[in-house]
């Protein structure tokens, strides 16, 4: 089993029974951490990008059977931010050293690709980078935002099994979500996605096929988070100790996909103690602090007890374990 952590290590490349035989084994964690960790210093360095994140709408029309601002979930408070309150918190995070800003929200479609882009606009006179993370949208959609300024979207796939796809997302289709990403990526986006981990009825094989869908796509971005049960959704009652798990597809995608940014999400810090600094010495290199106004941040519950984290605390943590925090925007760099 070692040999195939060398292997993908070397050569970042593993057949999908070989990443299944290395899910099923912890008694490699350690040896794949350590792996994951040197090939992220190899290719993308010690330093750490911050991406500042907006939630800016908890409406949503979908119906995600894990989240809790899924459509039928009646017990939320609903808010929409204005576009000032929206630059206000854009412009706070910008004075915080924040080179990245990220707009997060439900699938709102108050929120047009003109009213968006009139935002993105704003947001991109402070010179800061703009990634949207706003869902499904038309071809022409996602080509003004792009045209207004926005460089990256954040989309995960969420998961690559196409029954738990339908099961997990009523009304949604897991072909327009495959096609968005490409949509995305022929735009000329850095396209991020990522998957869920620890769905009720999710195997490890298709834990594998997640990590070579995102090899396929050549996603520049992605994000992991365990699946944490809410419970005011018809999840309430599974199990949520997927942290382990998380952290392994994390690290083998790490080792697949050398030089692509991988954020410490905030599921892994909420579901386990210091779960950030463990991935960020596992594969991680990107954090995503959350900026947005107290009172909104605790109306957008996607799990409940969400970490958070600000930039002194960060510097702190980072400087700890001989990590900076980046100077730059930090896009990809290809090798
Ligand atoms: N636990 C963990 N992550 C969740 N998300 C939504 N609900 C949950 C949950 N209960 C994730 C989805 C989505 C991202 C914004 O939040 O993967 O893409
Ligand atoms: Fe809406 Fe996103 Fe939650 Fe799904 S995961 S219900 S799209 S906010």
Redesign the pocket.
Known sequence: MKNLVEKAKEKHILSADEIVSLLSDNSINNSLFKAADEVRENFVGNDIHLRALIEFTNICRCN?L???LRAENKNVERYRLSKDEVLDIAQNAVNSRYKTIVL?GGEDLFFSAEYLGEIIKCIKAFDVAVTL?IGERSYDEYKLLKECGAERFLL?I?TTDKDLYSKMHPNMSFENRKQCLYNLKQLGYETGT???VGLPGQTLESLADDILFFKELDADMI?I??????PQ?P?KQCDSNNFWLSLKVMAITRLLLPDINIPATT?METLYENGRTIALQSGANVVMPNVTDSIHKKLYE??PNKASVDYSQLQNVLRSIGRRISKEKGFRCKR
């Open positions: 995600c894990y989240c809790g997060q993370s995960r969420e990522g998957c869920l994000g988070g365990p699946f944490i049960p809410h959704t999840l599921a996607i799990y």
